[in-house]
Every structure is written in C-alpha cells, then in structure tokens.
C-alpha cells in the first residue's frame, strides 16, 4: 500500500523558512521524478517545484518562488523536501507532494498536476505580513 504524508506546515511571519518534508511508504523517491504543488481556494494547484528521479535536476515553474525555494529528496530516508526561504503572504496555500506517473522527467509536466499521481494530503502553509 502507497502511503505519501506531508510534515512541516505552519504558520510564520514573513521573511521566515519552513522545510516541508514528504515520506514515503511503499515507493521510494527515487523510483520517480517528484513534485511540489501548492494550492488556495478556488484555483488550481500550481506547481512549485519538480525533482528528477536521481535527484540532480531540479525546476521551478513559478518565478516567484525561484531563489526562495529549494527541492531535494533523501531517498535513504524515503522523503523529500521543500526548503522555503523569505517567506511570503502569497505563499500562503495548502502545499502537497506527489510523484510524476510518465516515468521520466519533464519540466512541462511540473506545470500540469494531470501528470501526477500517489497525492499526499497537503499541509497549511500560513505566512502573516
């Protein structure tokens, strides 16, 4: 049985940092490429940031987390992760990871949530000004 949780939400100040982790039972990171998609009421989710399955190659499809936001993946330890720098009321949103389903690794998928599979359940993320 596939099992994805998300850990490390919360509320902060801006101008804080969060990490938000990702643990996988039942898949290991490294078996797929990776994402980070976040969403606010009534809109889409977005993506933020994608990891190819070796975890080198690494994209951010929104400008406005790039230089803030860093994704990596420990796949000894089954979990990947969202380092977030300068933090920013517009980053405010429920924050999910997931696993692209095609098998390889393409930065416009990271853009499309359709591509993705194995959803965890999401975190809050609140950043007060």
């Known amino acids: 049985q596939v099992q994805v949780m998300e850990s490390g939400g919360g509320v902060v100040q801006a101008g804080s940092s969060l990490r938000l982790s990702c643990t996988t039972s039942g898949i290991r990171p490294d078996w797929y490429s990776m994402a980070w998609f976040r969403q606010t009421p009534g809109k889409e989710r977005e993506g933020v940031a994608c990891?190819?399955?070796?975890?080198?190659?690494?994209?951010y499809p929104a400008d406005s987390v790039a230089g803030r936001f860093t994704i990596s993946k420990d796949s000894a330890k089954n979990t990947l992760y969202l380092q977030m720098n300068n933090l920013k009321p517009e980053d405010t949103a429920m924050y999910y990871c997931?696993?692209?389903?095609?098998?390889?690794?393409?930065?416009?998928?990271?853009?499309?949530?359709?591509?993705?599979?194995?959803w965890g359940q999401g975190i809050q993320v609140g950043v007060a000004p």
């Open positions: 990891i190819d399955w070796k975890g080198i190659d690494t994209y």
């Open positions: 997931a696993t692209d389903l095609s098998g390889g690794f393409y930065h416009y998928h990271c853009k499309d949530q359709s591509h993705y599979g194995h």
